[in-house]
Nanobody, 124 residues
Framework: QVQLVESGGGLVQAGGSLRLSCAAS?????????MGWFRQAPGKEREFVAA???????TYADSMKGRFTISRDNAKNTVYLQMNSLKPEDTAVYYC?????????????????WGQGTQVTVSS
């Protein structure tokens, strides 16, 4: 099994920054897994934010490009999401995900493991 634990969420004013972290563990976890971030706002479906391959190839949702940066440290089995220029509409629970495939996908159905989520609240 694989465990994913997010941290770094909190309350921030619009225009501010936060850095989320996700630590992966478990006997079956491999640094070859794709890692991703998703978010879910109240009353809305979970949506893709960003993903990163084992070799640090990345993909982003259009609305996050230029503001969010995903990165990973394979030695620490940790993935990060640096969020800058935050907006009130970025308020959501942010989830870390892992996929046993090396191929990136934005579809929530194809991610195998999920963290419990961390709340990000952006005040106006």
């Amino acid at each position: 099994q694989v465990q994913l634990v997010e941290s770094g969420g909190g309350l921030v004013q619009a225009g501010g920054s936060l850095r989320l972290s996700c630590a992966a563990s478990g006997r079956t976890f491999s640094s070859s897994y794709a890692m991703g971030w998703f978010r879910q706002a109240p009353g809305k479906e979970r949506e893709f934010v960003a993903a990163i391959s084992w070799s640090s190839g990345t993909t982003y949702a259009d609305s996050m490009k230029g503001r969010f940066t995903i990165s990973r440290d394979n030695a620490k089995n940790t993935v990060y999401l640096q969020m800058n220029s935050l907006k009130p509409e970025d308020t959501a629970v942010y989830y870390c995900a892992a996929r046993t495939s090396r191929v990136l996908t934005t579809n929530t159905l194809f991610w195998n493991y999920w963290g419990q989520g961390t709340q990000v609240t952006v005040s106006s």
